[in-house]
Structures are given as structure tokens and as C-alpha cells.
């Protein structure tokens, strides 16, 4: 089992560029979650896919941040434009189910540095 | 109501030592508390978990202490290695009907050879 696949490892970009970022979560596994973590704030869940459905969107921080999950083994987090304050690692993570059966399973992340 | 705090911030420990990471909430509605590792580069981990039944969860040199009146949990790391040195997140849930973790804001510990 390869664990949860987030890329790019390292993103640099300009300030109002497009930037994705992708994740293929754990086969099997059907929830999916995004996570943002600063020093400032700590760990904070952006957004949650149940059965590739977002369930719940209320942690994303406006309008320049969107997701998808178009499928079972894919998901995309988009920030359009960005900006230096998106500057975090943000990690993707899965789990089989509850995640207070199973626990999350994390991506490694992707450090994003908006300059 | 929703916060989790977690202190220390950071934690250095000699090699054998004991470690000490406190954190305390407020909701009386969490019922399920992990703890998380995260070494540099990498996502956190799930390292061990307790529910509000029992007062003390241990799992090899990981311990968690549970006070369900004081709303308080600990990890306790006993014979502290160096490979132990990473960062450190609890977090408390609702066992059911929720997927969320509120987590603390992380203890940096480094364990001295």
C-alpha cells in the first residue's frame, strides 16, 4: 500500500496564479479530507468528500479556494488567485470510514510558498 | 467550547527521560481523543487513541492519562529515544456523527542522545 500520494511535494508560485494541488486517497478508503497546517493555526480541515460527495466546506477560507473529487482515487484543491497568506502545507488525508474507528491516514504534504 | 489546548509548546528531554504532553478541552461532548505524530516532512500519524470509559490507555512506551472531571488527557512517553523526537498533536472528537478533530496546536519534542 503506497499511502495517500500528494502532489506536488513543493510548490513556488507567484501571487495570483493558479495553483493545484492533487491527492489520490488510500484504495478502499471513502472519505477524503483536505487539511491546511501553519504555525499560526495550527491544523485546521478545509474540507470533507464522502463517497467522492463534498459533505461538509465550511473550513474553506473563500471563494479563491475551491475542491473536487471526481472519482474514488482522485481529488484536487484549488486556489485561484493566490495569494502570500495561502502560504501553508496542506495535506490530504483518508480514511476507511469513521475516523474515530480508523483514524485519519495523512498525505506528506504539499508545502506551498506564494511569494 | 470547540478549542483544544496543548502545552507545552515545545519539550526538550535527556535520552530515558520521561515525556509530558498536557491538553485540556472544553466541550463535554468530545468522547474520542488521539494522539498524532508528525516527524519533519511528513504528514501526522495516529499513534494511540482513548475513549472516556478508562482513565489510562498504554501502548508499548506510549501512555495517555484520561481525567474526565478535570476535562484534561496526557501522553506520557516513557524511556524517551531520540527517534521519539517529532511533534505532537492531540485532539479530541464526538466518537459518532462527526468526522471532525478539533487538534491542538502541537508539542515539539527532542530528545537528547
Known amino acids: 500500500d503506497a499511502g495517500v500520494i500528494q502532489s506536488p511535494r513543493h510548490e513556488v508560485t507567484e501571487m495570483g496564479q493558479e495553483v493545484t494541488l492533487r491527492c489520490k486517497p488510500i484504495s478502499g478508503h471513502n472519505s477524503l479530507f483536505w487539511y491546511r497546517q501553519t504555525m499560526m493555526r495550527g491544523l485546521e480541515l478545509l474540507i470533507y468528500f464522502n463517497n467522492n460527495v463534498p459533505i461538509d466546506d465550511s473550513g474553506m477560507p473563500e471563494d479563491r479556494f475551491s475542491a473536487k473529487m471526481p472519482n474514488a482515487s482522485f481529488s484536487t484543491l484549488k486556489i485561484q488567485p493566490s495569494e502570500p497568506r495561502d502560504s501553508a502545507v496542506y495535506f490530504c488525508a483518508s480514511s476507511p470510514g469513521q475516523p474515530t474507528n480508523y483514524g485519519y491516514t495523512f498525505g506528506s504534504g504539499t508545502r506551498l510558498t506564494v511569494v | 467550547q470547540q478549542q483544544v489546548k496543548q502545552s507545552p509548546q515545545s519539550l526538550i528531554v535527556q535520552k530515558g527521560g520521561i515525556s509530558i504532553i498536557n491538553c485540556a478541552y472544553e466541550n463535554t461532548a468530545f468522547d474520542y481523543f488521539p494522539w498524532y505524530q508528525q516527524f519533519p516532512g511528513k504528514g501526522p500519524a495516529l499513534l494511540i487513541a482513548?475513549?472516556?470509559?478508562?482513565s489510562e490507555k498504554k501502548e508499548g512506551r506510549f501512555t495517555i492519562s484520561f481525567n474526565k472531571s478535570a476535562k484534561q488527557f496526557s501522553l506520557h512517553i516513557m524511556d524517551s529515544q531520540p527517534g521519539d523526537s517529532a511533534t505532537y498533536f492531540c485532539?479530541?472528537?464526538?466518537?459518532?456523527?462527526?468526522?471532525?478533530?478539533?487538534f491542538g496546536t502541537g508539542t515539539r519534542l527532542k530528545v537528547l542522545a
Open positions: 485532539a479530541a472528537s464526538k466518537a459518532s456523527g462527526t468526522y471532525k478533530y478539533i
Open positions: 482513548i475513549r472516556p470509559d478508562v
